[in-house]
C-alpha cells in the first residue's frame, strides 16, 4: 500500500515564504509527491491563520477553504479575511489522494508588505551640503564635500555610508527593517549585513514604482544598544547604464537617496518605529564609487572601523539630509534576491610580459572576484575582466564599449587582505591582476558568480558531449543574465531588459529555473513602459528610447503572460496585463488596418543578426502578429472573456488570410525563401494545411543548400528545430545541434565558448574578432534548450492543460545520439524522462507526478513491439488509452514512474 500523496513546496505568489506581499488576495499553490501510478488529488483544503500554532489543531483564523473537491493546486486564490500591514499569515493545505486519504503539508508562510503610504514614517536620506547641481551650501565644508559629488574619476558620486543607533528596553517579540534606496543599497545590523542579497532594491522604472525589500532582524538585536548601517550607491538609478554617456538625471535621478524604518514590536504590545530622518549621520568611506559599469574602486586605507557597531564615534559625520520625495509608488519586492550563487577558481595564472597576471576562470561568468592579496599600504592592484583574449593572449576588451569594468584596490598594508566590490558587476572569463607584489597563485581570485536566485529546476545531460556543453552554455547564459530583469548581456555598455531577447528564450528559461517570480515582476516593468498608444517597448525598463518597440520585441508584452499561462498556468497574470494586451493589440490593429503589419514597426530590427538571409520585415511583423491574436484568442478563452476570444480568433483567421495571400506562394514557398520565413510561418500555422509539408520540405532544402547549415537570426532560431521536428524532420534537427561548422552552436563550441555568443560570427579564424556589437554572453541563441528539453529529450506543457497538468513526452530518438536525460521540477512536481538505445532496443524511463497525466508518443509501429515491467503494454497499471498513430504508438498515462522496454525488430 502506498502512502497517503503529500503536498510539498507551497508557495504563495510564485515564492516560498515570502516577506512582503501586497496582493490582498495573493495565490497559493504546491506541488504533490508519492509513490505508485495515477495519483490524484481528490479534494484539497487550506487553512490560514495568524497564528501557527493554530494550524496544528486545524484552525484557520484567517481562511479556511472547507473541503473543496477539486484537483487544482496552482493560482488559487486567498479568500479569507482581508490582511493587514505585516500580517504574517501561516498556511497549510491538506490534500485527500484518489482513495479519500488526507494528508497535511507542513506550514508555510507569507508576510503582508507595508499596504498604506502612511505605514512609513520614514523620509529619504541623502548627503547633506550638496544642492541638485552639484554645488555646495556656502560657508560649509566637510569630509563630504572634500570628495563631493560628480568628483570621482569615473565622474560618478562616491558611496554614501549612514549610520544610526537605536536602544532596546524591554523584550522585542519581532522586528523587521523595511528599506529601500533610489541607487543600490547594502543594508547591516549591529555589526553584518542583513542578509546576503546584492543589489537591492533592484531594477524598474524608478519613476513610477520602487521596490522595498523586508528584512527579518528579530534574532539580531540585543537589549541595550544595537546599531544600523547603510552603504549607498548610485546603481541603475543614476549611475551608469545602457549605452549613453549621459548619467545624472539621464534616466532616473541625479543623486540617491535611502529610505528604510526598524520597526519593533514588543513583547508587551507596544511598537517603536524608527525611521530614516536626520538623526541619521553620513560619510564616506573606503568605497570611493561603486558602478554597474564602471566598476568599484576601495581604498582599503580609508575604512572606518567598526561603524556599523553600537557606540561607534561618528560625531565627526555631518547628519544626512532629507532627499526629494517621489511620486513613485512604494511596492514590496516580488521575485527573489540577487545573490552569490556560487564560485569559481581560476584553472591557470600567467604572467603577462607587462608584469601583470591573467588569470583563466575557464568559464565565462557574471559577476565579480574576492580578491586576496598582501603588500605595502598605499600600493594599488588593478584587476581588469575580459571574456576573451586577443591573438596575443591579452586581455580583449574592445566589446566591453564605455563599460570599463575595472575594479580597483588599494592595499591598507599588514597583512593578508581580501577585497570584493559591492555594487559592481562584470561578464568574464579572464582577469588581467596588476600590482601583485607577490607571487599569485589559484588562491588570489576567486571568481563570484551572482544572478536573481530563482531555483533551479531543469538538468539536461546527453551522450554527445558538444550537445551537453551546449546545454552548459545555455545554463550560465541564463545565470549570467537574470539580474534584477532579464538583460541582453553581462559585458559591455548595454545590460538591459530587452524585451525581445527575453520572450525568445523564455521556453528555455522557465526549463532551468523557476523564473515564475522573476518573470512577474518583469511583466510590470513591461507594462510600467508601455506607451501611450498602447505599443510595448523594446526594452522594460524603459530607458533611452521614446518610441514602441519592433515586431518581436513589442510582442513579448502578449508573449509573455501566455508563456506564464503555459508553464505555470498562471491565470492571474492574464488578468492582470488583460487591459495593457488589448491596448496594445488594438494599437496594432489601428495602425495596421489591412492585417498586413507594415506600419509603425519602429526600430524595426527583422530577424536580428541572421547570416546572409534577410527575412522580410513585414512578413516577420505580420507573422508575429498573427501569433499574438491566435495568443490572446487562448487567453481570452483561459479567462472567461468569450467573446473577446471569438474577436480575436476571427482577427488571427483575417491576418492569416492577407498573410497567405501577400507571402504564400502555390507551391509552399514563404516570400523572402529564408530558413526564418519558413519556421515562423510553420510554427504560427499561417500556412494552409495542403501546404504545410511542401513548406517543411522547403525548409529543409534550404538548409541543406546551406551546407547543412542554419542562417537564422535570433527569431527564426528560436522555432527552426522545434518546427523541423514538428514536420517529421528531427533528423535535420540532429544534424544542425551536431554541426560544428560555422553558422552553428558547435562552431562556438569547437573555439571554446562556455557561453552562447550573440552572434554566430562573433569570432571567425578568417575575421578574428566582429568590430560591432559582439557580446560573448547573450542568451538569445540559447533558445535551443526549449528543443533540447522539449524535444530531444521529450518533456512539454500542453498549452490545453496548462502547468503541466497534462504533459506531452515525445522524444526524438535518432542516430547520432546514443542516450539522453532530462529532469524538469515542474510546478505540480518532478517530470523526468530518460532514454538509451541500441539498433535492437530503446529504454525509457520516465516520471510522472501525481494529479497529471501524460501522452506519451513510443517511437514503434505497434504497441507489440513495448512491454513495462515485463508485461504487455496493454496490461501495465497506470496507462489508459492506447493509439497508433504516424508518429509512433500514443498512450494516456496517469502519474509513477514507467520503464518502458521498447522493441526494434
Ligand atoms: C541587443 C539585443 C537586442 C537588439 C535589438 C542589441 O543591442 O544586445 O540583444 O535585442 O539590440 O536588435
Avoid at 569594468?405 to 561578464?427: C, N, Q, R, S, W
Avoid at 531543469?458 to 551537453?468: A, I, M, P
Avoid at 530558413?675 to 515562423?680: E, F, G, K, S
Avoid at 510522472?848 to 513491439?865: E, F, K, M
Wanted: glycine content about 10%; charged content about 25%.
Amino acid at each position: 500500500m502506498t502512502a497517503p500523496l503529500k503536498p510539498m513546496h507551497l508557495k504563495c505568489e510564485h515564492r516560498s515564504d515570502p516577506l512582503g506581499v501586497d496582493n490582498l488576495q495573493p495565490r497559493l499553490s504546491w506541488a504533490l509527491e508519492g509513490e505508485g501510478r495515477s495519483r490524484r488529488q481528490a479534494e484539497y483544503r487550506i487553512l490560514v491563520s495568524s497564528r501557527r500554532g493554530s494550524l496544528s489543531d486545524h484552525q484557520g483564523d484567517l481562511w479556511d477553504s472547507g473541503r473543496i473537491s477539486a484537483d487544482h493546486s496552482l493560482d488559487i486564490v486567498y479568500a479569507g479575511q482581508p490582511l493587514a500591514s505585516a500580517e504574517r499569515a501561516w498556511w497549510r493545505v491538506c490534500v485527500w489522494d484518489e482513495s479519500g486519504r488526507p494528508e497535511w503539508s507542513d506550514t508555510a508562510y507569507w508576510e503582508m508588505g507595508l499596504l498604506e503610504p502612511t505605514d512609513w514614517e520614514a523620509s529619504w536620506l541623502t548627503g547633506p551640503l550638496v544642492s541638485e547641481s552639484g554645488a555646495s551650501a556656502p560657508g560649509r565644508k566637510t569630509v563630504l564635500e572634500e570628495r563631493s559629488w560628480l568628483r570621482t574619476s569615473i565622474g560618478s558620486s562616491p558611496v554614501h555610508y549612514l549610520r544610526n543607533e537605536f536602544d532596546i528596553d524591554r523584550p522585542v517579540r519581532r522586528a523587521r527593517v523595511y528599506a529601500s534606496a533610489r541607487g543600490l543599497y547594502r543594508l547591516s545590523i549591529n555589526g553584518e549585513a542583513a542578509d546576503d542579497r546584492v543589489f537591492a532594491p533592484g531594477w524598474t522604472d524608478y519613476h513610477q514604482r520602487i521596490e522595498y525589500q523586508i528584512y527579518d532582524i528579530t534574532d539580531r538585536l540585543y537589549e541595550g544598544g544595537n546599531a544600523i548601517g547603510v552603504m549607498l550607491t548610485e546603481g541603475w538609478y543614476a549611475g551608469y547604464v545602457g549605452f549613453t554617456p549621459r548619467r545624472h538625471g539621464a534616466h532616473y535621478g541625479a543623486r540617491s537617496s535611502f529610505l528604510g524604518q526598524i520597526v519593533l514590536d514588543f513583547e508587551d504590545g507596544g511598537q517603536q518605529v524608527i525611521g530614516t530622518d536626520e538623526r541619521w549621520r553620513i560619510s564616506l568611506g573606503p568605497v570611493e564609487y561603486s558602478d554597474m559599469l564602471m566598476g568599484e574602486r576601495y581604498d582599503a586605507r580609508r575604512e572606518l572601523g567598526g561603524w556599523l557597531n553600537h557606540a561607534y564615534d561618528d560625531s565627526c559625520w555631518p547628519a544626512a539630509v532629507e532627499g526629494w520625495r517621489t511620486e513613485a509608488k512604494l511596492v514590496a519586492e516580488r521575485a527573489q534576491a540577487m545573490k552569490i550563487i556560487e564560485e569559481i577558481r581560476p584553472n591557470t595564472v600567467t604572467r603577462l610580459g607587462s608584469g601583470a597576471c591573467l588569470f583563466d576562470l575557464g568559464q565565462n561568468m557574471v559577476g565579480r572576484i574576492k580578491l586576496r592579496v598582501q603588500g605595502k599600504a598605499g600600493s594599488v592592484i588593478r584587476i581588469r575582466h575580459g571574456e576573451m583574449l586577443t591573438d596575443e593572449q591579452q586581455l580583449y576588451t574592445a566589446n566591453l564599449r564605455t563599460a570599463r569594468a575595472e575594479d580597483v584596490y588599494v592595499l591598507k598594508g599588514g597583512g593578508i587582505e581580501t577585497y570584493e566590490p559591492t555594487f559592481t558587476y562584470h561578464g568574464f572569463r579572464y582577469v588581467e591582476v596588476t600590482g601583485l607584489q607577490e607571487e599569485p597563485d589559484l588562491e588570489t581570485v576567486t571568481g563570484r558568480v551572482l544572478m536573481s536566485a530563482t531555483p533551479r529546476t531543469g538538468n539536461f545531460e546527453c551522450s554527445d558531449q558538444q550537445v551537453t556543453q551546449l546545454y552548459e552554455n545555455i545554463l550560465w547564459g541564463q545565470k549570467g543574465n537574470f539580474i534584477s530583469v532579464p538583460t541582453d548581456c553581462p559585458q559591455r555598455d548595454e545590460r538591459m531588459g530587452w524585451t525581445g531577447d527575453a520572450q525568445i528564450f523564455f521556453a528555455t528559461a522557465a526549463y532551468n529555473m523557476d523564473i515564475a517570480a522573476f518573470i512577474s515582476k518583469w511583466m510590470i516593468d513591461i507594462e510600467d513602459a508601455q506607451r501611450p498608444d498602447g505599443a510595448f517597448t523594446d526594452i522594460a525598463p524603459l530607458i533611452l528610447f521614446e518610441n514602441g518597440g519592433a515586431p518581436g520585441w513589442a510582442d513579448a508584452g502578449i508573449i509573455i503572460p501566455w508563456s506564464m499561462y503555459v508553464f505555470y498556468g498562471d491565470r492571474s497574470i492574464i488578468q492582470r496585463h488583460w487591459k495593457a494586451m488589448t491596448a496594445f493589440m488594438e494599437g496594432v490593429a489601428r495602425q495596421n488596418p489591412g492585417f498586413l503589419r507594415r506600419h509603425k514597426l519602429n526600430l524595426n530590427f527583422g530577424d536580428w543578426l541572421s547570416i546572409d538571409a534577410d527575412t522580410p520585415k513585414d512578413l516577420l511583423a505580420t507573422a508575429y502578429y498573427a501569433y499574438c491574436a491566435r495568443l490572446m484568442a487562448d487567453m481570452a478563452r483561459a479567462i472567461g472573456r468569450v467573446r473577446e476570444a471569438e474577436q480575436y480568433s476571427a482577427l488571427r483567421s483575417d491576418i492569416k488570410d492577407a498573410f497567405v495571400s501577400e507571402f504564400v506562394a502555390e507551391d509552399g514557398a514563404i516570400a523572402g525563401d529564408t530558413q526564418t520565413a519558413y519556421a515562423l510561418s510553420l510554427a504560427y500555422d499561417l500556412v494552409p494545411e495542403k501546404l504545410q509539408a511542401a513548406c517543411a520540405r522547403k525548409l529543409v532544402e534550404n538548409i541543406a543548400a546551406r551546407g547543412g547549415c542554419l542562417s537564422c537570426g535570433f527569431h527564426g532560431t528560436r522555432w527552426l528545430a522545434p518546427v523541423l521536428t514538428r514536420f517529421g524532420y528531427s533528423d535535420v534537427a540532429y544534424q544542425l545541434v551536431l554541426s560544428e561548422e560555422y553558422p552553428s552552436w558547435g562552431f562556438s563550441i569547437k573555439h571554446g565558448a562556455t557561453t552562447i555568443w550573440e552572434r554566430w560570427d562573433g569570432w571567425t579564424p578568417e575575421h578574428g574578432f566582429q568590430e560591432q556589437m559582439n557580446s560573448f554572453n547573450h542568451y538569445a541563441f540559447g533558445s535551443i534548450g526549449q528543443w533540447l528539453y522539449g524535444d530531444l529529450a521529450g518533456i512539454k506543457p500542453d498549452s490545453a492543460r496548462p502547468g503541466f497538468k497534462h504533459i506531452l513526452i515525445a522524444p526524438q530518438i535518432r542516430d547520432g545520439i546514443e542516450w539522453c536525460r532530462a529532469a524538469f521540477r515542474s510546478p505540480r512536481g518532478m517530470i523526468s524522462v530518460s532514454w538509451v538505445q541500441s539498433r535492437e532496443r530503446i529504454g525509457l524511463d520516465l516520471e510522472i507526478p501525481p494529479n497529471t497525466t501524460a501522452a506519451i508518443t513510443l517511437p514503434v509501429n505497434s504497441s507489440g513491439q513495448v512491454t513495462e515491467g515485463q508485461r504487455p503494454l496493454a496490461e501495465t497499471d497506470g496507462i489508459d488509452e492506447i493509439h497508433v498513430e504516424e508518429a509512433g504508438v500514443i498512450v494516456t498515462a496517469g502519474s509513477g514512474r514507467y520503464s518502458f522496454e521498447i522493441s526494434r525488430e
